[in-house]
């Protein structure tokens, strides 16, 4: 007898097509039949050790996050509720040209440093792996061999590659190094990776021009896997910014994934039409062209990523040396509010639009919940020595959400048929940016039940089906016999997410259940013990 029946459940099954009320039947960690209009047809029901009644409640493939900062959480939090409770069943990691693989002992000290912010100091981990295939086998393992809360697919990161091959300095890399990072994107492919991602407006990965980036996704699209970049401008530039990503990959022949795929600052108010004409010229020319986005305004990031690029060349210790530096900080702080840094999209800063969400010396809480500019006027201070001064005693650990975008222009991205669900959830601080715990709810809650904006059909083809076939995975992301068993039931009439500004740890309602790999890691609301995630490679 097959172990679970879910019955009477509305099947949203992830196609974008009209819902369907079945019993569906999950064995061995997959869907084994789906029997439609079960009880109606008077047929005899399908029957298992356990059957969970689904009255009321929509069954959809689990979330896809195509954007995650968990590199170090499915390490360190077994519970890992911010994503689980959101029915989330897969992440990728790896974004934004960062991340802890391939590295050497050298590069792994510095971009540990480099992405504290992101995800800590990592003091509590054991970094036992170097490679990208020795950290997929580590997020196998997992607790005691028992494996991580969600599955994970992980994204070569350029950034890391480029430190461990030339290293932080900005410059062409000569051929031998060219032929390094080469290799390394080649074995990380080998490895299981699906991917490569870029954070164009990070170091080190910013210095390297498009020559070598097309010569890295040329790699990439060799074994099938797709670039996602971060690219170098969503400010001032972001349409060029678009465009030039567009024309690398189609001369790399490499598909293409817009990483956090928004139209921020003043210069793009209501701009997103011409980013979405930009994409359908190249998708009817052939491009292979996707996005995600998170469905909230403000950005969230570090306040040491607004820095010009010139300032960060070298790494932490150098960035700590300038700013130390009199006439260099002031050099910084000229070209960040008069010029316009390219570390902040080539606009200049707007010290009441950067909110502190997290300091690494608790020493330094005061600053939490506050923008730069009311500090500086609670301490009597112009904003740029508030900054400079939390650069240097958090020793460039503090995280900032950025409060920049405009909704109409969220709106209209996320109706995009390329668009996909991804949070850019960074869990680090006191008061991280609730799209880590709450943008899928959100996307149901908000954008579909009350504002409309997405059907729920529609909805959840755009975070299960498209992200899967962007990822090559062709048992997951729909409901369907043989597939893999990662669902989410949820109501549609109370689905929301918890998580506000204020509150940005609360847990979100109306998920019930949610079942990685026909397991419930999700019952009645709350997190089981299991352990069913691992490391998801790159299907060949």
Not at 305 to 333: F, H, K, N, V
Not at 435 to 463: D, I, M, N
């Given at each position: 007898?097959?172990?679970?029946v879910?019955?009477?459940?509305?099947?949203?099954?992830?196609?974008?097509?009209?819902?369907?009320?079945?019993?569906?039947?999950?064995?061995?960690?997959?869907?084994?039949?789906?029997?439609?209009?079960?009880?109606?047809?008077?047929c005899?029901?399908?029957?298992a050790?356990?059957?969970l009644?689904?009255?009321?409640?929509?069954?959809?493939p689990?979330?896809?996050?195509?954007?995650?900062?968990?590199?170090?959480?499915?390490l360190?939090?077994?519970?890992h509720s911010?994503?689980?409770?959101?029915?989330?069943t897969?992440e990728?990691i790896?974004?934004?040209?960062?991340?802890?693989?391939?590295?050497?002992d050298?590069?792994?000290?510095?971009?540990?440093?480099?992405?504290?912010?992101?995800?800590?100091?990592?003091?509590?981990?054991?970094?036992?792996?170097?490679?990208?295939?020795?950290?997929?086998?580590?997020?196998?393992?997992?607790?005691?061999?028992?494996?991580?809360?969600?599955?994970?697919?992980?994204l070569?990161?350029?950034?890391?590659?480029?430190?461990?091959?030339?290293?932080?300095?900005?410059?062409?890399?000569?051929?031998?190094?060219?032929?390094?990072?080469?290799?390394?994107?080649?074995?990380?492919?080998?490895?299981?990776?699906?991917?490569?991602?870029?954070?164009?407006t990070?170091?080190?990965?910013?210095?390297a021009?498009?020559?070598?980036l097309?010569?890295?996704?040329?790699?990439?699209?060799?074994?099938g896997?797709?670039?996602?970049p971060?690219?170098?401008?969503?400010?001032?530039?972001?349409?060029e910014?678009?465009?030039?990503?567009v024309?690398?990959t189609?001369?790399?022949?490499?598909?293409l994934?817009?990483?956090?795929?928004?139209?921020?600052?003043?210069?793009n108010?209501?701009?997103?039409?011409?980013?979405?004409?930009l994409?359908?010229?190249?998708?009817?020319?052939?491009?292979?062209?996707?996005?995600?986005?998170?469905?909230?305004?403000?950005?969230?990031?570090?306040?040491?990523?607004m820095?010009?690029?010139?300032?960060s060349?070298?790494?932490?210790?150098?960035i700590?040396?300038?700013?130390?530096?009199?006439?260099?900080?002031?050099?910084?702080?000229?070209?960040?509010?008069?010029?316009?840094?390219?570390?902040?999209h080539?606009?200049?800063?707007?010290?009441?639009?950067?909110?502190?969400?997290?300091?690494?010396?608790p020493?330094l809480?005061?600053?939490?919940?506050?923008?730069?500019?009311?500090?500086?006027?609670?301490?009597?201070e112009?904003p740029?020595?508030?900054?400079?001064?939390?650069?240097?005693?958090?020793r460039?650990?503090?995280?900032?959400?950025?409060?920049?975008?405009?909704?109409e222009?969220v709106?209209?991205?996320?109706?995009?048929?390329?668009?996909?669900?991804?949070?850019d959830?960074?869990?680090?601080?006191?008061?991280?940016?609730?799209?880590?715990?709450?943008t899928?709810?959100?996307y149901?809650?908000?954008y579909?039940?009350?504002?409309?904006?997405?059907?729920?059909?529609e909805?959840?083809?755009?975070?299960?089906?498209?992200?899967?076939?962007?990822?090559?995975?062709?048992?997951?992301?729909?409901?369907?016999?043989?597939?893999?068993a990662?669902?989410?039931?949820f109501?549609p009439?109370?689905?929301?997410?918890?998580?506000?500004?204020?509150?940005?740890?609360?847990?979100?309602?109306?998920?019930?259940?949610?079942?990685?790999?026909?397991?419930?890691?999700?019952?009645?609301?709350?997190?089981?013990?299991?352990?069913?995630?691992?490391a998801?490679?790159?299907?060949p």
């Amino acid at each position: 007898m097959e172990e679970l029946v879910i019955r009477d459940a509305d099947v949203v099954d992830g196609s974008g097509g009209p819902s369907y009320r079945a019993d569906v039947v999950v064995d061995g960690g997959r869907i084994v039949s789906i029997v439609q209009e079960a009880a109606a047809a008077g047929c005899q029901r399908p029957r298992a050790r356990r059957e969970l009644d689904a009255e009321g409640l929509v069954l959809s493939p689990g979330f896809i996050d195509m954007h995650a900062h968990s590199d170090l959480a499915l390490l360190r939090d077994p519970d890992h509720s911010a994503k689980a409770a959101q029915g989330v069943t897969l992440e990728v990691i790896g974004q934004d040209g960062l991340s802890y693989a391939p590295v050497d002992d050298r590069t792994l000290a510095e971009v540990r440093r480099a992405i504290t912010g992101w995800n800590g100091s990592g003091d509590d981990i054991d970094f036992d792996w170097r490679t990208v295939g020795e950290y997929l086998d580590r997020l196998d393992a997992g607790f005691e061999g028992q494996g991580i809360a969600v599955n994970a697919a992980y994204l070569i990161p350029q950034g890391t590659v480029r430190a461990l091959a030339v290293g932080w300095e900005d410059r062409e890399a000569t051929q031998d190094e060219l032929d390094r990072m080469r290799q390394l994107v080649a074995q990380g492919m080998e490895q299981g990776a699906v991917g490569m991602s870029s954070g164009l407006t990070y170091t080190p990965g910013m210095y390297a021009k498009d020559a070598e980036l097309t010569e890295l996704c040329r790699v990439v699209a060799s074994y099938g896997g797709y670039y996602c970049p971060h690219h170098r401008s969503y400010g001032a530039g972001a349409l060029e910014a678009y465009e030039e990503m567009v024309a690398l990959t189609r001369e790399a022949g490499c598909a293409l994934h817009l990483a956090h795929a928004t139209m921020n600052f003043g210069v793009n108010k209501g701009r997103a039409p011409e980013l979405l004409k930009l994409l359908d010229e190249a998708l009817s020319t052939g491009a292979d062209i996707t996005l995600d986005t998170y469905p909230y305004t403000p950005g969230c990031t570090t306040l040491v990523a607004m820095l010009p690029s010139w300032a960060s060349e070298g790494g932490p210790e150098a960035i700590l040396a300038r700013l130390s530096d009199e006439e260099t900080a002031g050099r910084i702080r000229h070209h960040m509010e008069v010029i316009g840094a390219d570390g902040c999209h080539g606009v200049p800063i707007e010290w009441d639009t950067i909110e502190i969400s997290g300091v690494t010396d608790p020493a330094l809480g005061d600053f939490v919940g506050r923008t730069i500019q009311q500090s500086a006027d609670a301490r009597g201070e112009a904003p740029w020595v508030t900054a400079r001064g939390l650069l240097l005693q958090d020793r460039l650990g503090s995280t900032i959400l950025q409060h920049v975008g405009h909704e109409e222009n969220v709106r209209a991205i996320m109706r995009h048929r390329v668009h996909t669900g991804g949070s850019d959830g960074i869990l680090q601080g006191t008061k991280p940016h609730p799209r880590a715990y709450g943008t899928f709810p959100h996307y149901l809650g908000r954008y579909v039940r009350e504002l409309g904006v997405l059907s729920l059909e529609e909805c959840v083809a755009h975070l299960t089906a498209r992200p899967a076939a962007r990822l090559r995975l062709p048992d997951r992301g729909l409901v369907r016999e043989g597939h893999r068993a990662d669902l989410v039931l949820f109501d549609p009439r109370t689905v929301a997410a918890g998580s506000t500004f204020e509150e940005p740890r609360k847990l979100p309602t109306g998920i019930p259940y949610v079942l990685v790999d026909g397991r419930f890691v999700i019952e009645d609301g709350r997190r089981t013990d299991v352990l069913a995630g691992r490391a998801v490679r790159r299907t060949p």
